[in-house]
Every structure is written in structure tokens, then in C-alpha cells.
């Protein structure tokens, strides 16, 4: 089944600490990107990458890190969490037609991630 | 910055009756143009996208939008809503000569029996 997995789904933390938030399609896709989504806001992209080794920042990208070794995953950092990093997250991928068109992004199911 | 409008944040609607919700962006070069739904607690699902061609795109569900240039839109269309259309709807943007997607803050559709 073509999907994009996220985890954890759900996690509670301090703020400092450092965590990592996994992503993993399975499509084969080059494009990844995080976005956080938040009441009012709507979705705001992070961080994004074209391949692997090739990453660019979003609209929102402070405090966040990412990487992207192979082409299956696409992982999130928070180095030092702080509260205002309390946030829905999602990863999504994307098919890049040889024209450069997007075939419209696939979605993780979210990471609901709280910082006290 | 690229910026996109949905102008009602709330739109609720008759079972059965015919519902637009609308998008506008700020662009003056050429975009792709997406609309999703969220339903609750899921991620995103890809209802319709305009790349090129025919203004007038077909997605998932019944619904269908139309691409105005001119008036830097994109509505969405559909003319008989079902109870379980009942979701977020997030209007999405791509310049095609960036990388960056712009969403905009969505519209709460409530279908009322």
C-alpha cells in the first residue's frame, strides 16, 4: 500500500530536549516536505527537499532541522524545543513529473507534538 | 510572499444542497493550484489539482473547481452535498518556477442533515 508513515503519532515533552520525528514513503517519491499546522493558521511549510542531499527552507524554518540521506526518508529535528513548537505536524511527499509539475502531495497522518 | 485566501472560515449547508468555497491567491506569475480535504484526525487528501489546460477540473467525491486568472481564483464546486463531506478544506499553491507550497487557513464545511 502506497502510504507516508509518521512517527511517533503523539508526543509529550520538555522544553530542551532534543527529538527527532520520523518520515518514510514508499513510493519512490523525490519530493518531501514538513509542514506544522496550527488553529487559524492553516499549514505552514518547514522545510522541504527536491532529492536526497538537496533540502531548502519553508516558510517557518526556524528552530527545525532536517536531512535527507536517503531517498525513502526525510526526518525532523527540534534541537531544543520550546512551547511555541507545540504543533501538528505533518510530512508529505510528491511525484515530480518530468515537466517539474507536482501530482499533488501525499500526506503522513500527523505527529501531535506538545513541548511544556 | 505568496499568499493564499480562503475567505469563509465556516461554511455550513443543507444536506443536499449545492456548496462553493472559495480561494483566492496572490500571483502574478503562473501557479499550480490544489485543493485538499482533512477530515478529523487524518492527514490531508488530495481532492483536485490545476496544472494546465482546461480551467475546469474534475477531482474526488463530486467536486470540481474552476481556474479564473483573471481573478486569481480557485473555488470549489459541488452541487449536492452528502453528511459525509463534513471536513476541512485547505485551498494550496505552487509557483511553477519555485518549490514552495503556500496553504491557505482552510474552511470549515458542515453538512447539516
Known amino acids: 500500500e502506497a502510504q507516508v508513515t509518521q512517527n511517533p503519532r503523539y508526543l509529550i515533552t520538555v522544553t530542551g530536549k532534543k527529538l527527532t520525528v520520523t518520515c518514510s514513503q514508499n513510493?519512490?517519491?523525490?519530493?518531501m516536505s514538513w509542514y506544522r499546522q496550527d488553529p487559524g493558521l492553516g499549514l505552514r511549510q518547514i522545510y522541504y527537499s527536491m532529492n536526497v542531499e538537496v533540502t531548502d527552507k519553508g516558510d517557518v524554518p526556524e528552530g527545525y532541522k532536517v536531512s535527507r540521506k536517503e531517498k525513502r526518508n526525510f526526518p525532523l529535528i527540534l534541537e531544543s524545543p520550546s512551547p511555541n513548537q507545540t504543533s501538528l505536524y505533518f510530512c508529505?511527499?510528491?511525484?515530480?513529473?518530468?515537466?517539474?509539475?507536482?501530482?499533488?502531495?501525499?500526506f503522513g497522518p500527523g505527529t501531535r507534538l506538545t513541548v511544556l | 510572499a505568496q499568499s493564499v485566501t480562503q475567505l469563509d472560515s465556516q461554511v455550513p449547508v443543507f444536506e443536499e444542497a449545492p456548496v462553493e468555497l472559495r480561494c483566492n491567491y496572490s500571483?502574478?506569475?503562473?501557479?499550480?493550484l490544489f485543493w485538499y480535504v482533512q477530515y478529523p484526525n487524518q492527514g490531508l487528501q488530495l481532492l483536485l489539482k490545476y496544472l494546465s489546460g482546461s480551467t475546469l477540473v474534475k477531482g474526488i467525491n463530486g467536486f470540481e473547481a474552476e481556474f479564473n486568472k483573471s481573478q486569481t481564483s480557485f473555488h470549489l464546486r459541488k452541487p449536492s452535498v452528502h453528511i459525509s463531506d463534513t471536513a476541512e478544506y485547505f485551498c494550496a499553491v505552487r509557483r511553477k518556477t519555485g518549490n514552495q507550497f503556500y496553504f491557505g487557513t482552510g474552511t470549515s464545511l458542515t453538512v447539516i442533515p
Open positions: 508529505a511527499s510528491s511525484f515530480l513529473a518530468p515537466s517539474g509539475a507536482h501530482q499533488g502531495q501525499f
Open positions: 513510493m519512490n517519491h523525490e519530493y
Open positions: 500571483s502574478s506569475v503562473s501557479v499550480y
